[in-house]
């Protein structure tokens, strides 16, 4: 409808014109994202095995931490800060679903944290396990909601400022990309007082 009203009135006001299109470009961001995680749900559904290939980590979290900087509109986005070790850090998996998961963590960080606020993801590596940690300082989750986010389709309304642009599908294909990674993944409090989630892989 918004689109329909742009082609129809080629003399808007900037300003209003401006509004239409980033609630456009905001839609189709939230459209893209919900299309990708029904594809992703039907891929893990399907394969019967995870594919190895050797990934280097730090690559893969700055492509996804420039895609969404991209697609995420500067009046909205919080700081995003990557802390990342002089080495590479290598696992092994899918490529493309490991890319899906660390993105969809990201993204809910920035969906959920104000424009003053910062979303930081931090890569390290000890012996044969490499983790990734992605906090911001949004309301967070209350702990008692912890196992449920997990689950598909499921949503906390309360405190979380972008609920309703969410399907509560994100959380949970990351934990099963994960855990067929041969991972795990963990919520706790925040260090900036909103919320932390832990991925650890196997190197």
Do not use: W
Request: a negative charge.
């Amino acid at each position: 409808g918004i689109a329909e009203t742009l082609v129809d009135d080629p003399q808007m006001e900037h300003d209003l014109r401006q509004k239409f299109m980033t609630k456009i470009t905001d839609q189709s961001h939230r459209l893209s994202n919900l299309v990708s995680d029904l594809l992703a749900l039907a891929r893990l559904d399907e394969r019967e095995k995870t594919p190895k290939t050797r990934i280097d980590l730090i690559t893969l979290i700055e492509e996804r931490i420039t895609s969404l900087t991209k697609v995420t509109a500067p009046e909205k986005m919080a700081s995003l800060i990557f802390d990342k070790p002089a080495e590479p850090v290598h696992v092994f998996g899918d490529e493309e679903e490991l890319r899906q998961a660390i993105g969809n963590l990201i993204d809910n960080g920035l969906k959920y944290t104000p424009r003053n606020g910062s979303v930081r993801a931090v890569l390290s590596s000890t012996g044969d396990r490499a983790t990734i940690k992605i906090e911001d300082n949004g309301p967070g989750i209350p702990e008692s909601e912890y196992d449920n986010v997990f689950k598909p389709f499921y949503k906390i309304d309360k405190g979380r400022a972008d609920a309703k642009s969410s399907v509560g599908l994100g959380m949970s294909i990351a934990s099963d990309i994960i855990r067929s990674h041969g991972g795990n993944i963990k919520l706790e409090k925040s260090t900036l007082n909103g919320l932390s989630v832990k991925i650890f892989l196997p190197v």
